[in-house]
């Protein structure tokens, strides 16, 4: 085959359910994807959500490795400008110590939240969000031990080092990440379910390539897939991404319009909010691969992760199954045969 598939799950809320619940449906995911055959299995970081609980997958990924086996288990990703770069570096070179070749750290420039929770993350430290560059930087260096003699903290190490370090990969949904990610030598995940705009995507696609010959691809995509089509664009409905403009040249996008609302009144700016038609790829499995390879084919894509956002976790939990990289690619080859 020409492309692998991994999960993205953000432990989305599901109404009965205990938190204890569904964090457990999150693990048993990443179980059932191991089995299937899905290469990877990340979580994200969303903060103060009344949607999903996946707040800290510094915590969850270590479990998660711990209730699996083989399948590589990351974040999609750890939010840069909250963090020491340092203290990342150490927690993701103890996991990738204790389990070598199976940890993926995915770094992405966004808060992961409204300024809010943003204030509470930064409390008592001094940071603008504007560094993100020269965190992202000094984060790899750590983690390749090569920081320059010139630096202010030359000679600091991240232990213990792992026998096979962890891989660094920038996650990011515009031309300027990609650049960022091949200037640095990263494996680039474009992240479409945050990103509608197709000229952006075959932008950075293209910039990657150019730039970084030999990188690794990674496009996160909306997916859902039923027996049949219309069952498949039903459960999907109607997606859009909301995005807030504010005046002082951000842009952000945000689950629905009553959190873009709340965004702009706690960022304390002049803001806009505008809604678009989001991506989703919903069909039955033969029609999502042939989209899958649409764009494998169109972007040299790599690898595809799946995020699927739908409120029926039965259908959303099918769909996986439906997907399985074991049944889908098996069955490209019995018609091949």
């Given at each position: 085959m020409g492309y692998k598939i991994g999960i993205l799950d953000q432990s989305p809320v599901i109404e009965g359910l205990s938190n204890h619940d569904i964090l457990q449906r999150t693990v048993q995911l990443a179980q059932k994807a191991e089995k299937w055959g899905y290469e990877r299995f990340w979580v994200s970081e969303h903060h103060n959500s009344q949607d999903v609980l996946g707040s800290a997958p510094e915590v969850l990924i270590p479990y998660l490795l711990a209730k699996t086996n083989t399948i590589r288990i990351g974040s999609g990703g750890v939010m840069l400008?909250?963090?020491?770069?340092?203290?990342?570096?150490?927690?993701?070179?103890?996991?990738?110590?204790?389990?070598?070749?199976?940890?993926?750290?995915?770094?992405?420039?966004?808060?992961?939240?409204?300024?809010?929770?943003?204030?509470?993350?930064?409390?008592?430290?001094?940071?603008?969000?504007?560094?993100?560059?020269?965190?992202?930087?000094?984060?790899?260096?750590?983690?390749?031990?090569?920081?320059?003699?010139?630096?202010?903290?030359a000679g600091i190490q991240a232990i213990p080092k792992p026998p096979k370090q962890q891989e660094l990969i920038l996650l990011g949904a515009s031309p300027n990440s990609s650049r960022l990610a091949s200037k640095l030598g990263l494996t680039f995940s474009f992240a479409r379910f945050f990103n509608s705009d197709d000229r952006s995507l075959i932008e950075a696609a293209k910039d990657y390539r150019e730039n970084h010959k030999d990188g690794h691809f990674i496009l996160a995509v909306s997916v859902i897939a039923a027996p049949t089509t219309e069952e498949a664009k039903?459960?999907?409905?109607?997606?859009?991404?909301?995005?807030?403009?504010?005046?002082?040249?951000?842009?952000?996008?945000?689950?629905?319009?009553?959190?873009?609302?709340?965004?702009?009144?706690?960022?304390?700016?002049?803001y806009e909010v505008k809604v678009h038609e989001a991506n989703f790829i919903a069909g039955t499995p033969a029609e999502v691969k042939e989209e899958l390879d649409r764009l494998h084919q169109q972007l040299n894509v790599d690898e595809f992760i799946i995020h699927t956002p739908v409120k029926d976790d039965k259908a959303r939990l099918r769909s996986f199954e439906l997907l399985s990289p074991l049944s889908l690619f098996k069955e490209k080859e019995s018609v091949t045969l």
């Open positions: 400008q909250h963090y020491s770069p340092y203290k990342v570096a150490e927690a993701f070179q103890v996991l990738a110590t204790l389990e070598p070749g199976r940890v993926d750290l995915g770094v992405g420039k966004g808060p992961g939240g409204l300024p809010l929770s943003t204030r509470a993350l930064q409390y008592g430290t001094v940071n603008t969000g504007k560094d993100f560059e020269e965190r992202l930087t000094f984060l790899q260096q750590v983690l390749n031990g090569n920081i320059p003699a010139d630096h202010p903290l039903q459960l999907a409905g109607i997606q859009q991404l909301v995005k807030i403009h504010l005046a002082s040249g951000r842009v952000l996008t945000l689950q629905n319009e009553e959190a873009a609302e709340k965004f702009g009144k706690e960022s304390g700016e002049e």
